[in-house]
């Protein structure tokens, strides 16, 4: 835990915590008249200040827009270096006024009373951030009862007795018991090959730091040290293409292809780019971001390639998504036991569909698709943050094995890095595949949905996958990274050949349009809190297999006590075509005016041409004896969600805690603040507004 927490690991765990030094400053003014501990804490973060009682006092702190003009020189050289002095734990630092600069300005402006009374003190001092201003917490993958607690972002105090709490669960139970999970705040969560990286972790750091009270818009994404985050094999190609990119899970990932010459769409002259090591790549300017979206610059260049996928055929670089090949004696039985589907009588070319789960909790890590290689070989192939999560599972399940009396030594490897992954999809697919690979067959018999063959795609052998991320008829072409870029341009020059007017897609499309049309899970619809019935995926849970996948005594016992199935997953079309729902932890799901759930993802359906948004909705009011089916999908029910709002244009008004109050109640009388904190108005991101739903679909895994 702590600043040391990142040097320690790396030491002796050879682990790289997501953390970085970015030193925070406060100022405390003298005796302030009528000033208490009963007072609230006051944030603004149009201003980028807080202010709070001190003891009669009152505190000020700011989280400066830029601040690595004001790092110290010594403390930004440590973190590039990797180290922290063991003396520094009350170091503080030269105060500055100029750090504080037009945000204290605006603090003044808003309480006037700072204006008028002196400033006391200065506490310029240590603190650590991590690189997605989401702390980190939890268990160690691969090193059993090494727990970590760090980059708490200024927010330590407020946060301590929850993590207090929860880490005491984790240790004596397995998991918090707090109905609530912790993924967010996983440190699987970041790249380790990208912050092993000093420079990588302390600029994302201080781009964190800034961004605590910025008002960042849905899908806006980092941009410090771009060019540090991993190039996709087919980078080059994707570049050439106009390619707009973004750091996700420390990939350079391809976002939307926008029309060449077209304003608003890509820069490179980001000041977060051109001021960290890395060089620039084009990403999405300032302006291209928005609340609502689509007045967002990239909206019209997602839909273009969202309908293409839909009516023709797209191209997506999936090169990320994680892939462990497990290899050797019983490699299908380890993989068996790992996860809930009953793999281990797939033939050799067999595809099959699964989830893996919580050892404690028997919800789910996640989901993946399993590829029998070899008559000893399986491929794994996962949603990018969850490979290493997935290789440590593979340890419980191991034992398992063993414990059956059968073989268990195969061994894992990553192979993501070795192999790029290009997505061929829609309904002329097949068309694009045939011209690329003309000396296999891809028709129904040649090449069964959930099936893998070997093809050759430009002279280069690659393992070819009949399965889909979009819902449309679709092949993964498994290419070596190093002819990543002949076998992507190859799937063009096919598809000319074919009279198919392929386009590339980006991320956009395919996970916050596509994926979610046909209600495939990502991220937070796969939780350690939620079962794999709850997602839909019970199709894919065998309890009969000749030994226990992970979790499944933990799901058992959840069944027995008839606590699997307390809520669904579901999809959510929207009547109100302007909503633009973010997926949001704060976007409220209410059915007949009663709070059942929340989003787990928000989009835009450019097929149905309606708002879109996936997530769960709670059974505890359905009768007994109506199915879950029909109680979701009852025509009488009337669902509505509280959609966050922002406001794109800055509208200053000075504190006014009536008004400020006022703000926080939303139209059933419910206080979405903290009753202790008070919000400078109107503060963007706090905005909710009631839309009713169009149609509610529990998905239909």
Not at 152 to 171: E, Y
Not at 641 to 657: L, P, Q
Request: aromatic letters at 10%; charged letters at 20%.
């Amino acid at each position: 835990a702590g600043a040391w927490g990142r040097a320690f690991c790396l030491q002796e765990l050879n682990v790289a915590l997501p953390l970085g030094p970015a030193p925070h400053q406060y100022i405390i003014t003298e005796k302030v008249a009528g000033v208490s501990n009963a007072l609230p804490v006051l944030r603004d973060f149009c201003g980028r200040y807080y202010v709070k009682p001190e003891v009669g006092r009152l505190m000020v702190g700011v989280f400066e827009a830029s601040p690595l003009p004001h790092v110290p020189d010594a403390v930004l050289a440590r973190g590039r270096e990797g180290w922290y002095p063991s003396d520094a734990s009350h170091e503080v630092y030269e105060a500055s006024v100029d750090k504080a600069g037009v945000h204290l300005e605006a603090a003044m402006a808003g309480v006037p009373a700072l204006a008028e009374t002196g400033l006391a003190t200065f506490l310029h001092g240590p603190d650590t951030h991590a690189g997605d201003h989401g702390f980190v917490l939890g268990p160690l993958a691969a090193h059993p009862n090494v727990f970590v607690a760090g980059g708490f972002n200024s927010q330590g105090i407020q946060t301590a007795p929850g993590v207090g709490a929860a880490l005491t669960d984790w240790i004596l139970e397995g998991y918090p018991a707090f109905g609530e999970h912790f993924q967010n705040h996983a440190v699987s969560r970041a790249n380790p090959a990208a912050f092993a990286s000093h420079d990588y972790a302390t600029y994302r750091a201080l781009e964190s730091y800034a961004d605590t009270y910025a008002v960042v818009r849905p899908r806006q994404g980092a941009e410090a040290c771009l060019g540090l985050a991993g190039k996709l094999p087919a980078h080059a190609a994707h570049l050439s293409r106009g390619a707009v990119f973004g750091d996700q899970y420390a990939w350079l990932r391809p976002l939307y292809y926008p029309d060449p010459g077209a304003e608003g769409c890509r820069t490179e002259t980001s000041a977060w780019q051109q001021n960290t090591p890395g060089g620039t790549v084009p990403i999405p300017p300032p302006e291209a971001w928005s609340f609502a979206y689509k007045d967002a610059a990239w909206f019209p260049y997602e839909r273009r390639e969202a309908l293409r996928c839909r009516e023709a055929a797209a191209v997506f670089d999936m090169t990320p998504f994680a892939k462990v090949a497990v290899r050797g004696g019983g490699a299908v039985d380890v993989v068996n036991a790992a996860v809930t589907a009953d793999v281990g009588a797939l033939p050799v070319g067999g595809v099959a569909f699964t989830a893996f789960l919580h050892p404690s909790t028997g919800g789910c890590l996640g989901d993946c698709t399993v590829y029998r290689r070899a008559e000893e070989e399986v491929l794994c192939i996962l949603p990018a943050a969850d490979g290493h999560v997935f290789s440590d599972l593979l340890h419980h399940a191991r034992a398992a094995v063993a414990a059956a009396g059968l073989p268990a030594d195969a061994a894992a490897a990553n192979t993501t890095d070795a192999t790029a992954v290009f997505a061929v999809a829609g309904p002329h697919a097949r068309r694009v595949m045939a011209a690329a690979a003309p000396a296999r067959a891809w028709d129904d018999a040649g090449c069964p949905h959930m099936t893998g063959v070997k093809a050759d795609v430009a002279g280069v052998a690659c393992d070819v996958l009949r399965v889909s991320f979009t819902g449309e008829m679709a092949w993964e072409v498994h290419a070596p990274a190093a002819r990543a870029g002949v076998v992507y341009e190859e799937l063009f020059a096919a598809a000319g050949r074919a009279g198919v007017g392929l386009v590339p897609g980006g991320t956009f499309a395919l996970l916050h349009s596509l994926r979610m049309e046909k209600g495939y899970h990502l991220g937070a619809e796969l939780t350690p809190d939620v079962t794999p019935y709850e997602a839909g995926l019970g199709f894919a849970v065998n309890l009969g297999k000749p030994y226990p996948f992970v979790g499944q005594r933990a799901l058992e016992a959840k069944k027995a006590a008839g606590r699997h199935l307390s809520k669904r997953f579901c999809s959510f079309v929207f009547e109100d075509g302007a909503a633009s729902p973010a997926g949001s932890y704060a976007e409220h799901v209410y059915r007949n005016g009663a709070r059942v759930g929340r989003l787990t993802s928000g989009g835009y359906s450019h097929t149905l041409n309606a708002p879109l948004a996936l997530g769960y909705v709670d059974l505890a009011g359905k009768p007994r004896g109506v199915s879950v089916k029909a109680f979701i999908e009852d025509p009488g029910a009337v669902y509505e969600v509280a959609v966050v709002e922002g406001v794109d244009e800055h509208m200053d008004t000075s504190f006014d805690a009536a008004l400020a109050a006022q703000h926080f109640l939303n139209k059933r009388g419910q206080a979405v603040c903290h009753p202790n904190h008070l919000y400078h108005t109107p503060s963007p991101l706090r905005l909710a507004r009631f839309n009713r739903l169009d149609c509610v679909r529990a998905c239909p895994k």
